[in-house]
């Protein structure tokens, strides 16, 4: 991820050609991946703060922009199902492990375990 390009967050995670799947698979697999996974919107205020957290911090996740994917809405709707809640975003992964929504992941910040988590995952070092 680039922290911040002219106006805009640009494109992250290339499309692939192969869009077959179950989109929860996707979301776990892109999840065990990477050390820290943004599932966001481009034209989304509260991801473009998550995003700005952690690159504030020196982390650098993998961010998946879903109004930019051909599967984005799907997606989408499996986030909303694996959260049981809406909007679906932004939702992070940390470790492979779901950290939740931004109410979570700044929870996580303020009382401190965030950045142990980002240790543990290998996104920082600090």
């Not at 640009?10 to 179950?22: E, K, L």
């Not at 943004?38 to 922009?65: D, Q, W, Y």
């Amino acid at each position: 991820m680039h922290c911040q390009t002219k106006g805009s967050w640009g494109s992250y995670m290339p499309t692939t050609a192969v869009v077959i799947g179950d989109p929860l698979e996707r979301i776990e697999r892109l999840a065990s991946e990477n050390a820290v996974v943004i599932f966001s919107i481009s034209s989304c205020c509260m991801c473009h703060a998550i995003k700005r957290l952690f690159c504030g911090m020196g982390v650098n996740p993998t961010v998946i922009e879903l109004d930019q994917d051909p599967r984005g809405s799907d997606m989408e709707k499996a986030l909303i199902r694996l959260l049981g809640a809406s909007p679906a975003v932004p939702v992070v992964f940390i470790g492979g492990k779901l950290v939740g929504a931004m109410d979570r992941v700044m929870a996580s910040h303020i009382n401190g375990t965030l950045v142990p988590l980002l240790k543990q995952a290998g996104a920082l070092w600090l």
